[in-house]
């Protein structure tokens, strides 16, 4: 027997409890263990019932995700589930915290389901791109329907015991000792001799093709890219065939997914954004600042993200600019904020008016005195910083951590301007700030790992995935994205239009082309960050020459109605004028123009990605290569199923990529080592080695 796997008895009845910390997670020894319970409790005389209860504070929480890569061990889940299905006795799951994925199945799987009312259920494995596979696809629609199963299983959202209630999912909600309520749920059950097996109830739907054909649309736009949310439709639609013949179907179509790119894609993104909070050089107990108050300093766009994000986790905020009307502006657009919000009914009006209660304006930085942590938010201009920060080391109490939201420029000069350098650190927001859920937490040369375990803590409380990074320009995802618009600018001198680039780069998964990204950020913003690092950049006149063009033209995106595209009722079209600029500019620089594929547009805006992010981890900027996929699909729109540049690059293969780059290092010249790979690229290479298996020296 499992030694996570125990079996005692109540009155007749069977208790069979898991105890597996933290979450309970199916593995080979709890299927195994189950199987094996379930048949020595068979062999007891009188037995007349059985619960499946869970220790701790959860039921099963979903299956063991290590164990994917692994070749299946029978038994396999789907065994269990019909092994508790097949049982002559009634099977009552006792379910308290949350019984997701294939924990969920096991209950779905027994004949009664008794719940505590704070728990919850689902089946999210549409989030790691694969489907139920224990026959939730089967059980679920005979349940509580075809649409409401369609709905559950796409989205994989938590339910609440009193909804699952509600429509079926479970029975009964308990009102007193949760295991007592299934044992003696059990005891009723046995003593009217009705068993009620969800594989043998009756599926029905009205309109069945029509439901279908909607969903399949609704998730082909919704979810576009991404495999699992059809095949799961697939494996639903297979629930209305013979239950035997749907299990078939859906162990096929499980196993598919299961295999898949895509999956393992998303896979190596749940363990990473796990992963990315974990220093190595900073022990886990390191005992972090109190943060009750978070000073802001700045009431643009993205300290108005910034003050949102503090007060939905419940901080107190004290929000300082020049002036008063600044201050206004503020708090007016984080009203109007907050109003959407409640006409959207995702917040109350009382809820929105405690939050704004904790929120202070003030004119005068002597107002921060008394706050915990500091986000500065100003313009991005070294003197207006330093100068900030000079003025807050003399205005804030000791310990207080102080960041600054800069995007690119070096934490070390900011902090060198204080007294307490070991208290300064990079805290890099993305906007809307409330809403983007990446953070870059920049170490400085001297800032104290309290401060960084502090911010990453703080980030989390935030609701943000915090990525750890050092310094250098641009931290980890701006550095990598100088590249990626570089290429995207070549390529329209050398023949293609804003459109064609966006639209090769979105039909490869990116949420926005990078022309329509400059448009929103602003041409203005992304020349002076140019302008910022213009040294450092290579002296070719071709670099950028598109963008630099636009902005001294006034088209500075969306803001003004005209940049890359033309904007009407905030709709993004070409414009001639546009085009005739880029043939103007080609012809000046003598860059000759050709017809373009889309495949090459492709290769040449994600290469350099992955050559730069490379660098990136080779130079120690980033821990670890899933940080740099983290950053790029959580804070610049990579494609979530493609895991990441670097983990794509591995399944595109690195000699490809090498390969690639020579090409285009032939074809269009090397003359600025835009095409010469990283060391770590051809180190890797030549070794044939993956990324995700590299380790510093």
């Not at 005389?45 to 959860?58: E, S």
């Not at 089946?123 to 596979?133: F, M, S, T, V, Y």
């Not at 304006?361 to 991005?380: C, G, P, R, W």
């Not at 900011?414 to 983007?436: N, Q, W, Y």
Request: hydrophobic letters at 45%.
């Amino acid at each position: 027997m499992s030694s996570h796997v125990s079996l005692s008895w109540h009155d007749k009845i069977a208790v069979i409890t898991i105890d597996h910390a933290p979450v309970n997670a199916i593995n080979y020894a709890i299927r195994a263990g189950l199987i094996q319970v379930l048949h020595d409790a068979t062999k007891a005389p009188n037995l007349r019932g059985v619960v499946i209860f869970a220790a701790g504070k959860t039921f099963m929480a979903g299956s063991d995700i290590r164990e994917f890569d692994a070749p299946p061990r029978a038994p396999l889940l789907a065994e269990v589930t019909a092994t508790i299905e097949a049982m002559v006795v009634p099977v009552v799951a006792a379910i308290h915290g949350t019984a997701l994925g294939g924990g969920f199945e096991i209950a779905l799987g027994c004949h009664y389901r008794v719940a505590s009312f704070d728990a919850k259920i689902g089946l999210p494995e549409i989030n790691l791109g694969l489907i139920p596979g224990a026959g939730g696809t089967q059980r679920l629609p005979r349940l509580i329907g075809l649409e409401r199963a369609l709905e559950w299983i796409l989205s994989g959202r938590h339910v609440s015991a009193p909804e699952a209630r509600e429509v079926g999912a479970i029975e009964e909600i308990a009102e007193g000792h949760l295991l007592d309520t299934a044992i003696s749920a059990a005891l009723r059950i046995a003593s009217t001799g009705s068993i009620r097996r969800t594989s043998l109830l009756a599926l029905a739907s009205n309109n069945l093709v029509a439901i279908f054909d909607a969903q399949r649309k609704a998730m082909a736009k919704k979810s576009r890219g991404f495999e699992a949310p059809l095949a799961a439709i697939d494996a639903i639609e297979a629930a209305l065939k013979p239950f035997d013949e749907g299990m078939r179907i859906e162990s096929e179509i499980s196993n598919r997914l299961k295999a898949s790119d895509q999956s393992r894609a998303l896979r190596h993104l749940f363990f990473g954004e796990r992963e990315v909070g974990r220093i190595p050089d900073i022990p886990q107990d390191t005992r972090l600042r109190h943060l009750d108050t978070i000073g802001v300093i700045g009431a643009g766009t993205m300290g108005r993200g910034i003050v949102v994000a503090c007060l939905n986790a419940g901080f107190q905020v004290r929000w300082v600019d020049r002036t008063d009307e600044l201050l206004v502006r503020g708090a007016d657009a984080v009203q109007q904020i907050y109003q959407r919000h409640i006409e959207k009914k995702r917040l109350s009006e009382s809820s929105v008016a405690e939050r704004l209660a904790r929120l202070s304006t003030s004119a005068q930085l002597e107002s921060l005195a008394t706050v915990d942590l500091v986000i500065e938010a100003a313009f991005e201009d070294m003197k207006v910083k330093q100068g900030l920060f000079r003025q807050l080391d003399g205005v804030c109490k000791p310990g207080v951590i102080l960041a600054s939201n800069t995007s690119t420029l070096d934490v070390n000069d900011i902090a060198a301007v204080t007294t307490r350098p070991a208290d300064v650190l990079g805290m890099h927001f993305f906007s809307p700030a409330h809403v983007m859920r990446l953070l870059e937490v920049v170490r400085g040369a001297r800032t104290a790992p309290y401060a960084v375990a502090t911010a990453m803590s703080f980030g989390k409380r935030i609701g943000k995935i915090a990525v750890l990074s050092g310094v250098c320009f641009g931290f980890i995802g701006n550095r990598m994205f100088e590249g990626y618009i570089r290429e995207s600018q070549m390529l329209l001198l050398e023949g293609a239009t804003p459109s064609q680039v966006d639209q090769a780069l979105t039909d490869f998964g990116m949420a926005m082309g990078p022309c329509a990204v400059i448009d929103l950020a602003g041409v203005d913003v992304s020349f002076f960050t140019r302008q910022g690092n213009r040294a450092n950049l290579p002296n070719d006149p071709r670099y950028c020459a598109i963008g630099d063009k636009l902005h001294h033209l006034g088209r500075f995106g969306q803001k003004t109605g005209a940049g890359f595209y033309q904007y009407a009722e905030g709709k993004a079209a070409d414009d001639r004028a546009v085009h005739e600029m880029i043939c103007a500019e080609a012809a000046r620089l003598g860059v000759k123009q050709r017809m373009i594929t889309d495949d090459e547009i492709v290769a040449r805006c994600i290469y350099p990605l992955i050559d730069e992010g490379l660098r990136i981890l080779d130079e120690g900027i980033a821990l670890r290569s899933v940080d740099v996929d983290v950053v790029w699909v959580a804070g610049y729109g990579f494609p979530r199923y493609r895991g990441g540049p670097l983990f794509h690059a591995d399944l595109l293969g690195l000699r490809n990529v090498i390969n690639g780059m020579e090409r285009f290092a032939k074809e269009l010249g090397n003359d600025f080592g835009y095409w010469t790979p990283s060391p770590l690229l051809a180190t890797l290479t030549a070794q044939g080695k993956l990324i995700k298996d590299w380790k510093p020296s």
